[in-house]
């Protein structure tokens, strides 16, 4: 169990380390004159006395600092199962419905009249997702495959404690029914050296999901910037209780999945084993929302890497539930791209100049409302307007 070797208890480790100073340092205390006054007759001892007072002083400064740091530790990290689903957590960082619809605008998909697709079962898609330059850019491309998928519902759940409404515009744009929620992560793990990112997004949708007691369709698990061959739709849409396939470009071997043997699953090949019992990536599995009901408990832990495990264990997942999706998992029909990221920008631009003069005011605007870039008087690289091969301040074009 992966949870027992990351489990520290506080209160052994602390006994242990409060010993050790105990023994080691009152012997020569002691040794001092304590008859009538704590005060030393001799300027030696006196000196000892000192030295003794000061080495205390930062042994309990050292002692109480390492006794912080445990409880910090003994906070992001987690003992069991049931800790690791608490749902505590879900309280100190509350959701909010930012924007929603159940109206699919579509007229046509895949050249076939939308209502010719009414009969199929609904997919809840479910996109974590953060501000970041990429944000914007990562989800325009995934809508537009998604704009391909009949009978889809999006759940767009964005790590950030505002609702953003240039998500909704941008997401009313394409006529898919969606949901807009934002679900920050906890505060706590803002400093954390990994982060659990995106779980409280999935926790978030699956609330979401429990409060509209939708217990049919499918719930998919698909970020933002993984790519999705539209046969993974048709595939994963008729899952029973838990369907798997492989996912390409992960780790080392560039592909993570079950391995299939006569139609059934009997083992995964993935290079990070880390005694995960499902050693398998978010989008490497579909699971049907009749199943997932009959475990209310189902949850994602915030534990960086254990994400999937934890969930599937959460859901009462065995080996022979699984349906081997994509020709016994042969085909890769999704892979975990991923782009670089960088840090938002600043370009030094005087304000003067973002008018309607030129095009530069919507452009700076449209950046920043996408969390791209913006523009600054003081800050940034300086912007630099070219002509013929020579750049030229900007009041020789805008005067
Ligand atoms: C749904 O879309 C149709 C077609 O565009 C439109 O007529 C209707 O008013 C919309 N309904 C809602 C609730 O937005
Ligand atoms: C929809 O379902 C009905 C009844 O189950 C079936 O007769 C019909 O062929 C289905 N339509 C499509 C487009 O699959
Ligand atoms: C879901 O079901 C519960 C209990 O049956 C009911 O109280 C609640 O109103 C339902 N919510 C919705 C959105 O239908
Ligand atoms: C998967 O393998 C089983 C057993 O060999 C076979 O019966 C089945 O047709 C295969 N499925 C697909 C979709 O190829
Ligand atoms: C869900 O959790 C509650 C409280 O921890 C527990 O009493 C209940 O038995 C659990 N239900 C299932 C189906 O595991």
Known sequence: MPSSALYRPLESGNGTR??????????????????????????NSRRLFVVVLILMTLLIYVVWSAVLNDAEDSRGSYGSTTDVLD?????????????????????????????????????????????????????????????????LHWIVANDHNACNPYLDTLLNRFG??????????????????????????????????R?????????????????????????????????????????????SGPV???????GFLDSWVAGRRWPVDMAGFAVSLSYMAEHPNASMPYKPGYE?????????????????????CTEILVWHTQTKNHERTMVKLNHEYLDDRSNLGALFKALSDMGVSGASDSEGQKAIISKNGKSKPLGYFLS
């Not at 001092?32 to 005060?39: F, H, P, T, Y």
């Not at 960082?93 to 998909?109: A, K, M, Q, V, W």
């Not at 505060?187 to 995106?198: D, I, L, M, N």
């Not at 790519?227 to 080392?252: C, Q, W």
Request: proline share 7%; charged share 20%.
């Open 18 to 43: 409060s010993n050790q100073t105990s023994t080691g340092v009152r012997p020569s205390f002691s040794g001092g004159n304590k008859v009538r006054s704590l005060w030393p007759k001799t300027a």
């Open 87 to 151: 749902n505590k957590l879900a309280n100190e960082s509350p959701t909010t419905l930012c924007g929603e619809s159940f109206n699919d605008t579509r007229l046509y998909i895949q050249d076939r009249p939308r209502q010719e697709w009414a009969n199929l079962s609904t997919i809840y898609f479910v996109t974590p997702t953060y501000p970041r330059r990429e944000q914007v850019p990562e989800l325009t491309r995934l809508a537009y495959t998604l704009l391909h998928v009949p009978r």
């Open 176 to 209: 898919i029914p969606y949901t807009h929620l934002a679900s920050p992560m906890p505060q706590r793990f803002h400093k954390a050296e990994s982060k659990p990112r995106g779980v409280a997004n999935r926790r978030a949708a699956m609330q979401w999901l």
């Open 211 to 255: 409060q509209h007691n939708i217990t049919t369709g499918v719930l998919y698990f698909g970020d933002d910037d993984n790519t999705y061959d539209l046969k993974l739709f048709s595939e994963i849409r008729d899952t029973k209780h838990v369907s798997m396939f492989p996912v390409g470009l992960i780790a080392n071997y560039g592909i």
């Open 260 to 266: 299939v043997c006569k139609g059934k699953v009997i």
């Open 308 to 328: 999937e495990d934890y969930f599937l264990r959460s859901i009462g997942l065995t080996l022979d539930m699984i349906e081997p999706k994509g020709s016994n």
